[in-house]
């Protein structure tokens, strides 16, 4: 069913928003529960299920493909990113966990 998809892809797209804010009380939540985002795995793998998601809808026509290319392009530069910079994901939970980032080494 449309309207279950579009409600996973619309909660999965919430989550992501709210983890890249890094609001410390939000962050705290989402690393506890959704460690995953962490890792360049984790997050590429989640990425590409929520493309897939996003694939399978059907209205408009055209417009699940472009979303699953983008999501999709967002993963690789996910996956890039976290491999080439392997600090970032330090970086990243101590933003996450109010550590001040200009003390990061």
């Known amino acids: 069913s449309i ?57 408009p026509v055209g417009f699940n493909i472009a979303m699953t290319g983008l999501v999709g392009l967002a993963a690789g530069v996910e996956l890039y990113v976290l491999c080439v910079f392997p600090e970032f994901e330090a970086i990243q939970r101590r933003i996450h966990w109010g550590v001040d980032p200009e003390n990061v080494v």
């Open 3 to 59: 309207v279950f998809l579009s409600v996973y892809v619309f909660v999965f797209a919430i989550l992501l928003f709210c983890f890249e804010l890094a609001i410390k009380q939000i962050s705290r939540i989402i690393a506890e529960n959704f460690g995953f985002f962490y890792s360049p795995k984790g997050r590429t793998i989640f990425l590409i299920f929520v493309a897939i998601i996003a694939f399978q809808l059907d209205e």
